[in-house]
């Protein structure tokens, strides 16, 4: 994978440099201190990679992301960890919170090469579709195609857009059932499919369907480590 470096500080510039040669597999074709500069070579020059400083001169990182047409996969470095928020809305690949280690380098560079194969990996329809009983009938749900549920007495509401099913089997079944990657209890009422997140605001979800949850106190601290690991 051809990458470049957008960093203004040298101790960085040669951490990242040590770390792309030890990776064997990444060639880098830039490294620049000037955001503008970067810029300009990426409306020119094809890239699949792009370690992005988001303290920068003239420029913040994130600025310069929003603002090309052609955007390749982007790890965040910085040593910030309020911005990890901005790096899941702009759909980076990764964020690098410094100093990180080279073990934490080459888990980010394999997250890129995920996004980048074009085999999408291999699913098991068990953990993808249930069940679930209403009246007389059992009625075949996709399991990602749910929303969000939300506890209701001794039933659980499940929504999937403007349908809801509501099912006799409690919250903690739910949870145990769910794909565990993108299932997430951010709530004593509440699981989210973290797919059908828009943002998170505060101590709130907001999700495409326009609902907005809240996220339980207790909750909050592993959800926010598992989302933006």
Known sequence: MKCII????PPAQRILKKYIEDMGSLTLVGTFGDPIQAMDFLSKEKVDLMFLDINLPKLSGISLLKS????????FTTAYSEYALDGY??????????PFSFE????????????????????????????????????RIILDDIIYLAADGDYCELWLGEKKYLSSEPMKKWSDLLPQENFYRVHKSYIV?????R?????????????VLPIGRAYREDFMRRFLK
Do not use: W
């Open 104 to 139: 934490r380098f080459v888990k980010a560079v394999s997250k890129v090469r995920r996004y980048q194969s074009q085999t999408p990996p291999a699913e098991n329809p068990s953990t993808r579709e249930h069940f679930i009983k209403i009246g007389h009938e059992h009625v």
């Open 193 to 197: 499919n973290t797919r059908h997140i």
């Open 68 to 75: 090309l047409s052609n955007k390749p996969q982007v790890i």
């Open 199 to 211: 943002k998170i605001s505060g101590n709130q979800i907001c999700l495409t369907d326009n609902k």
């Open 89 to 98: 809305e702009l759909e980076v690949a990764d964020y690098l919170l410094k």
């Open 6 to 9: 957008v960093e203004d500080q």
